[in-house]
């Protein structure tokens, strides 16, 4: 028998070729068939459709925004604090430190609402019925309030329960979202809720996707608001002709305003009483359907001369990068590279590229993390050998000094011992294990707390919130102490006055994300606040350096953080907030489990995928 002659395999630059020229030249000619069956009438009526369309989808968007911004206030009447100082009968002053904690609980729950994204929110407020003031800004500039605040609230009609929206004649580049707050219970005036919003972010966020020649017109009583200043005018006199009758669908049809003709599609949106509407010019979208008319044959010639042409050049430019990849593969595997060179013709190529030079690197970091930890080890045990002393001799010691400080009376000075007795015993243990409970943490702490405040003759108050639910916590050993200490030295030591050092650890939900796991961990935050000097400038932790010279260079802080990174991954870093000499605070994340196994275990599971 003869052998058969192997099937000839086609290139993927022809088949890319005689596809593209395939399909470009079957679609203009459909494309031209029922492009000339049409007739400008039907084309119009196809407009109208995608006119009202547009308007439908900026209502639902403007909608959706009222929506959202009305839901802020019952959310807000979900925390306890405010909710108690509004329906409080007590109408004494309310205090700084709980106007403070209300204002802050405030400012997180609005960041967890939809509007938070979108930033064209300037400030909220909430005035109670004592007239109580409690105020965030959000993303607007600091600046005084007063003057709109008496303006809004000289005509309020406090009994109206429904969303309320107002603009004040001196301050046209804001919107006020007005709602009066009453009592679940008794149906009684506990206060009014305002959301400043800012008009030119607000409409540029309406008019978002929308065509550039268009604009957006909202409208009632009270106010007129348009996407593009320049045609303040036309949205007036359009106000005065649909403000009462407009329809509450969307309706379609012809205007003429200052003059000219105008598409006009509106409708009435529900609530607030606002109508909609998006206008356009008609001869510009009659110039545009003429002279689209007027090009398509030249066009659909032009297309057919170049499809060939383009077919070629197009497989061209798909297979080069294919072959150059395979070229520089080869070389790596060969060892005459070891990386990949940027591929940045296509975006799929670049992203390819680069999770395969990841992938090289890390292979990389591998192998240096293992001869870090190696020589890391090596200068530990040079380190013990330069400065070891049997810690029992020390222990043996110190409880010496105890027993005789107890044999004459003297209970301060032994229990300044016991402390630091047990502070000593448990620097030996963190070196023999990794986790330990919180409640053993946490005693640790105490001691700590206890010589300080010998240290400073009671000058430091300490208040500690802990629930009884997370004591037997598995948390990383000497993780609370180094914030405390930092907070002590750093913060309230040069403070003239009393200080107060809070330590506060609550359980948390943790956030969600596109690439966060399934089913998210629980999770607990951890937080160490003082009213100390705080932080003139807050510091980069990871760039703080030791230095023989400067004993302020937190090198603590940048141990802990890099320790927490590296048992949980980048969730678990430490978070600086500071107002300098009012308020400062340091807190982390961790996973809440009772196994230290398994919260080691967590970097993987929960550090790198979230």
């Not at 003297?410 to 007795?421: D, H, R």
Request: hydrophobic share 40%.
């Amino acid at each position: 028998m003869e052998p058969k002659t192997p099937k000839r395999i086609i290139s993927l630059r022809t088949f890319i070729t005689i596809a593209i020229c395939l399909t470009i030249t079957l679609i203009l000619l459909f494309s031209g068939l029922f492009y000339y069956s049409k007739t400008a009438d039907i084309l119009l009526e196809n407009y109208e459709r995608s006119f009202t369309s547009q308007l439908s989808q900026v209502n639902q968007k403007i909608s959706d925004q009222i929506a959202a911004i009305d839901s802020v206030a019952p959310l807000f009447l979900s925390d306890m604090q405010l909710l108690e100082t509004l329906e409080s009968p007590d109408s004494s002053p309310v205090g700084y430190d709980r106007k403070l904690a209300i204002e802050r609980q405030m400012s997180s729950m609005y960041h967890r609402t939809s509007i938070a994204s979108h930033n064209f929110t300037d400030s909220i407020f909430i005035i109670s019925k004592n007239e109580t003031l409690f105020h965030i800004y959000t993303s607007g500039s600091f600046e005084p309030y007063a003057k709109q605040m008496e303006a809004l609230l000289e005509d309020l009609d406090k009994t109206q329960p429904y969303l309320m929206c107002r603009m004040l004649p001196f301050d046209e580049n804001s919107i006020y979202f007005i709602r009066n707050l009453f009592n679940g219970n008794t149906g009684h005036y506990m206060g009014t809720f305002f959301i400043k919003i800012n008009r030119e972010k607000w409409m540029e966020y309406c008019v978002e996707g929308l065509d550039s020649s268009w604009f957006i017109c909202l409208y009632n009583e009270n106010m007129t608001l348009v996407s593009n200043q320049v045609l303040q005018e036309e949205c007036r006199e359009l106000s005065a002709l649909f403000s009462s009758s407009a329809s509450p669908s969307a309706s379609f049809h012809e205007e003429v305003l200052v003059g000219k003709h105008y598409f006009v599609a509106s409708e009435r949106l529900p609530g607030l009483g606002l109508t909609s509407a998006v206008v356009a010019p008609k001869d510009l979208l009659l110039g545009d359907l003429n002279e689209t008319l007027e090009t398509y044959l030249l066009f659909l010639i032009l297309t057919l001369c170049i499809a060939l042409a383009a077919a070629i050049l197009i497989s061209q430019m798909i297979t080069t990068p294919i072959k150059r990849m395979i070229y520089h593969i080869n070389q790596i595997s060969a060892g005459e590279s070891s990386r990949l060179p940027p591929m940045k013709m296509y975006h799929e190529f670049e992203i390819w590229a680069d999770s395969f030079n990841r992938m090289l690197q890390q292979l990389d970091i591998y192998y240096t993390d293992n001869f870090q930890k190696q020589l890391l080890l090596k200068n530990a045990e040079i380190r013990a050998l330069q400065s070891q002393m049997n810690p029992h001799f020390l222990f043996n010691v110190l409880n010496t000094i105890a027993w005789k400080a107890q044999i004459i009376q003297n209970e301060e000075i032994y229990q300044m011992v016991i402390s630091l007795g047990e502070l000593l015993k448990a620097n030996t243990l963190s070196k023999e294990t990794d986790f330990i409970t919180l409640e053993k943490e946490m005693d640790y702490v105490k001691f700590y707390i206890y010589l300080q405040q010998r240290r400073f003759e009671d000058r430091i108050d300490c208040v500690i919130h802990i629930p009884d639910a997370l004591q037997q916590c598995k948390v990383p050993c000497f993780c609370i102490q180094p914030l405390v200490e930092n907070a002590i030295i750093h913060g309230l030591e040069p403070k003239k006055g009393k200080g107060k050092l809070i330590i506060q650890i609550v359980p948390t939900s943790p956030e969600t994300s596109l690439k966060a796991f399934p089913e998210p961990e629980p999770e607990m935050e951890i937080a160490i606040i003082d009213n100390g000097i705080g932080f003139s400038e807050i510091p980069d932790i990871r760039s703080i350096s030791s230095s023989l010279e400067d004993s302020h260079t937190h090198i603590g802080l940048k141990n802990l953080d890099k320790r927490l990174e590296m048992l949980f991954g980048e969730r678990a870093r430490l978070k600086i907030e500071s107002v300098p000499n009012l308020c400062t605070t340091i807190s982390f994340r961790l996973p809440i489990t009772t196994d230290s196994d398994h919260a080691f275990q967590r970097r993987h599971k929960y550090g790198e995928n979230i």
